[in-house]
Antibody
Framework: QVHLVQSGSELKEPGASVKISCKAS????????LTWVRQAPGHGLEWMGW????????TYARDFTGRFVFSLDTSVSTAYLHISSLKADDSAVYYC??????????WGQGTLVTVSS | QSALTQPPSASGSPGQSVTMSCTGT?????????VSWYQQHPGKAPKGVIY???KRPSGVPDRFSGSKSGNTASLTVSGLQAEDEADYFC?????????FGGGTKLTVL
């Protein structure tokens, strides 16, 4: 059974960094790409980009270049999202999701990041 | 502002059908057969209910159906049930990036 389990909520001050993990199980990790999606409070979904789990090549959406970094540790089937120089409007729930046949078919439970002084 | 336009709300009574729209452009919805729909209950992760415009993932009831005409995609939920009350987001491949709609809140009266 496929599961994506994300790390817990984070409270950070402006200017700090955060690293969110997404551990996959129930399938061969390197077979399917992973995508990251942001949902700010009361807002819709924003596609942040994706990472090829075979080549480890990340691709970032236009609004998520520079401060956002996708990475992998394939030895433990885990993807990471690192966000640096946090701002208040980075406060959101961040989801990882598996990309399969033109659908994000399995999603993590989401990680709430709150940026506040 | 979201890339795809969805009406903020829709409603219907149990047993009725409701159709939600998702309007994009010739660069996304109009160009690709890769429109998907996601259902999200409060505090939960999204769940895919339609992909490639009309296909249903395993386990999704056939009460959910999708279609597309030009730059507008639609999701129809037939035989409304209480558990269908949720937010619904559309998404389209845009030749590299994916774009989402702002979501439609479906209320079952």
């Amino acid at each position: 059974q496929v599961h994506l389990v994300q790390s817990g909520s984070e409270l950070k001050e402006p200017g700090a960094s955060v690293k969110i993990s997404c551990k996959a199980s129930g399938y061969t990790f390197t077979t399917y790409a992973l995508t990251w999606v942001r949902q700010a409070p009361g807002h819709g979904l924003e596609w942040m980009g994706w990472i090829n789990t075979n080549t480890e090549k990340p691709t970032y959406a236009r609004d998520f270049t520079g401060r956002f970094v996708f990475s992998l540790d394939t030895s433990v089937s885990t993807a990471y999202l690192h966000i640096s120089s946090l701002k208040a409007d980075d406060s959101a729930v961040y989801y990882c999701a598996r990309w399969y046949q033109w659908l994000f078919d399995y999603w993590g439970q989401g990680t709430l990041v709150t940026v506040s002084s | 502002q979201s890339a795809l336009t969805q009406p903020p709300s829709a409603s219907g009574s149990p047993g009725q059908s409701v159709t939600m729209s998702c309007t994009g452009t010739s660069s996304d919805v109009g160009s690709y057969e890769y429109v998907s729909w996601y259902q999200q209950h409060p505090g939960k992760a999204p769940k895919g209910v339609i992909y490639e415009v009309t296909k249903r993932p395993s386990g999704v009831p056939d009460r959910f159906s999708g279609s597309k005409s030009g730059n507008t995609a639609s999701l129809t939920v037939s035989g409304l049930q209480a558990e269908d009350e949720a937010d619904y987001f559309c998404s389209s491949y845009a030749g590299g990036p994916w774009v989402f709609g702002g979501g439609t809140k479906l209320t079952v009266l």
